[in-house]
């Protein structure tokens, strides 16, 4: 069964979103020990306002490995804001134990439609106001491994799906 939300998108219900993936990425920094502490809280920030103004897609975090820039275990959390209303799971049921040695910690953000129909300009003094310098780059590649869709956290219409990524062999 489905059902169809109505309303506005607020700035507290991309802040609950975001807090969800910033409870994931506190267990990361208990398990793996980053991102900082300052970090979780400007990840964060970052990303409630981009989904408040709905410019972003996706949103990925995790190790990537330094010599080729292979996902080695990452999370992506796509954005679905059709208005069906999803489930809306506990954070949580990081992957422990996989060797990180060779690989740094780097996040990733897939721009929406509405981001690039943006003038430059207005990109620019966006992206001048949140608290992270975002670089344009290549997305990472995940020859290595393999997706899984594990978790979904929704507020008023819009769910972020969460996959996991991980190497075939750890």
């Known amino acids: 069964m489905t059902r169809t939300a109505v309303g506005s998108f607020t700035l507290t219900q991309a802040k609950y979103l975001a807090s ?8 990361c920094q ?7 502490d300052p970090g979780i809280n400007d ?5 409630a306002l981009m989904l408040r103004d709905k410019y972003v897609s996706a949103y990925e975090f995790g190790w ?33 134990g996989i060797d ?8 990733y953000m897939t721009y929406s439609s ?4 943006l003038t430059e300009e207005q990109r620019i003094a966006y992206r001048a106001s949140m608290p992270i ?12 491994g393999a997706w899984h869709t594990d978790l979904t956290y929704s507020a008023t219409g819009v769910a972020m799906v969460r996959q996991t990524f991980k190497l075939y062999r750890t």
Not at 100 to 107: E, G, L
């Open 43 to 47: 990840y964060g920030t970052e990303l």
């Open 30 to 36: 208990q398990l793996y020990d980053k991102p900082s």
């Open 64 to 96: 990537v490995r330094v010599a080729d820039d292979e996902r080695v275990l990452t999370w992506q959390y796509s954005v679905n804001s059709s208005g069906t209303l999803s489930s809306d799971d506990r954070p949580g049921r990081i992957v422990a």
């Open 133 to 144: 310098d975002r670089k344009t780059a290549q997305e990472y590649g995940s020859s290595l």
């Open 114 to 117: 509405a981001w690039w129909s």
């Open 100 to 107: 990180i040695k060779a690989c740094s910690f780097r996040t």
């Open 20 to 27: 969800k993936v910033t409870a994931d990425m506190r267990r």
